[in-house]
């Protein structure tokens, strides 16, 4: 009679013989003849047939739809990869354009002029440091402490814990995910904002400073422009016109974060809560929402600087 496969299964009774096969069932006497030609017959092996060929194309399916994922994923980090180093290029290029440009041009006196060298290699230093910290640095993951958490993730099929969110991006899990930054190309999370917010700050800073500095030779480089003298003309224009768009979309940012930082939110969160019309359940008072990004030593600060940034809140939150 041969032997059955593990695709098929064979049932003996009295009289007939059973047999599944690609999911259907037949029946054949057991003196081995099988009716080809019934229509129970042909219907049943139609409908194997069909399911299998369905089930072969949502494989492909699955399949296409990964690669495709991937692919969109890979050509996101590559992109983040060359903004990095275009950000970086802007960076060099305001500080290099003060520098041999802007501050010679103001004719300082000699230690004046050391003084403010000095404060503007110290800013581009740190500036950078903060940078490379924020893309750099770890924003964090669930670790072994957050398994017993009631939330979990399908893609990494692990525990998720409260304020954690899944970066398609990176592919991962990031504590207290603020959003994926393609400038840094990386997460803001929990363990990287406060570098984040400090690299903000201080790239606003420098890029208002350096449009300041570049904005009095801009009148002269444009009456005396000439083609004999094309970049001589317009490095002072573009630093000034670059350094400022900069600073305007700096300044935003900046404002948003503040308000985030104050009343403890992360980006995700805000717009959950602006959508559901509520505020935010984490919040703790400002000292302690400050405290929590930036460490318990900001806690030391005078009390009134806290009541100032309680106040300047209401100038950048929505009405509920």
């Known amino acids: 009679m041969g032997v059955c496969s593990r695709h098929d299964l064979c049932i003996f009774s009295s009289h007939h013989l059973h047999i599944s096969l690609l999911g259907c069932d037949f029946k054949m006497s057991l003196d081995g003849h099988l009716d080809v030609h019934s229509p129970e017959f042909l219907a049943s092996l139609s409908l194997s047939f069909k399911n299998l060929k369905v089930s072969k194309v949502k494989q492909r399916s699955s399949k296409s739809k990964i690669l495709r994922t991937e692919s969109s994923r890979s050509g996101q980090r590559a992109c983040g990869r060359v903004l990095v180093i275009l950000m970086n290029m802007f960076i060099v290029f305001q500080a290099d354009g003060f520098l041999r440009f802007s501050l010679p041009w103001f004719a300082l006196q000699p230690h004046v002029n050391l003084a403010a060298k000095m404060a503007s290699v110290w800013l581009f230093v740190l500036i950078e440091f903060f940078y490379a910290c924020t893309s750099l640095v770890d924003p964090g993951r669930p670790g072994r402490k957050d398994i017993a958490s009631n939330r979990w993730c399908n893609d990494c099929t692990a525990p998720k814990p409260d304020r954690c969110h899944h970066c398609s991006t990176c592919s991962r899990c990031v504590l207290r995910m603020d959003h994926h930054c ?12 406060p570098y984040f917010l400090m690299f903000v700050f201080l790239t606003m800073l420098g890029a208002g400073l350096a449009a300041l500095a570049a904005a009095p030779q801009v009148p002269a480089a444009v009456l005396s422009f000439s083609f004999a003298s094309t970049l001589r003309s317009l490095h002072p224009i573009a630093l000034c ?53 930036f460490g318990p030593p900001i806690k030391l600060l005078p009390d009134i600087l806290f009541d100032i940034l309680d106040g300047l809140d209401q100038f950048l939150s929505y009405d509920l």
Do not use: P, Y
């Open 182 to 193: 393609i400038f840094t190309n990386s997460c803001v999370g929990l363990r990287n904002q």
């Open 241 to 293: 016109l670059s350094a400022a768009i900069a600073f305007v979309m700096l300044w935003n940012l900046l404002l948003a974060q503040m308000h985030l930082l104050i009343r403890n939110e992360t980006t995700i969160e805000s717009l959950k809560n602006w959508a559901d019309r509520c505020n935010s359940s984490f919040d703790q008072g400002v000292r302690e929402n400050i405290a929590e990004v």
